[in-house]
Nanobody
Framework: QVQLVESGGGLVQAGGSLGLSCAAS????????MGWYRQAPGKQRELVAS???????NYADSVKGRFTISRDNAKKTVYLQMNSLKPEDTAVYYC???????????WGQGTQVTVSS
């Protein structure tokens, strides 16, 4: 099992910045991809960004150039730096980790990000 604990988030004005962190514990040796998803009210959960153990990143088109995902394998932590935030970025952000064999995925409890206009 893998446990994910998120921190960061909160309320920010449009154009501002926020940073999220997600610390993993447990059987983390089995984890390859870590990432961030978000879910706004009335919408489906969507991928924001992901990063492999080797550092390959993937971003949703809506956040490219504004968000940066990074990872510290020694600290078992993944980060999401969010700049130039927009009201449409408002959502609950969830940390996600996927095993190398793809057979299991783990989720954090979610953290609220609210961007005011």
């Amino acid at each position: 099992q893998v446990q994910l604990v998120e921190s960061g988030g909160g309320l920010v004005q449009a154009g501002g910045s926020l940073g999220l962190s997600c610390a993993a514990s447990g059987n983390t040796f089995s984890i390859n991809v870590m990432g961030w998803y978000r879910q706004a009210p009335g919408k489906q959960r969507e991928l924001v960004a992901s990063i492999t153990r080797s550092g390959t990143t993937n971003y949703a088109d809506s956040v490219k150039g504004r968000f940066t995902i990074s990872r510290d394998n020694a600290k078992k932590t993944v980060y999401l730096q969010m700049n130039s935030l927009k009201p449409e970025d408002t959502a609950v952000y969830y940390c996600n980790a996927v095993r190398s064999d793809g057979l299991s995925a783990y989720w954090g409890q979610g953290t609220q990000v609210t961007v005011s206009s």
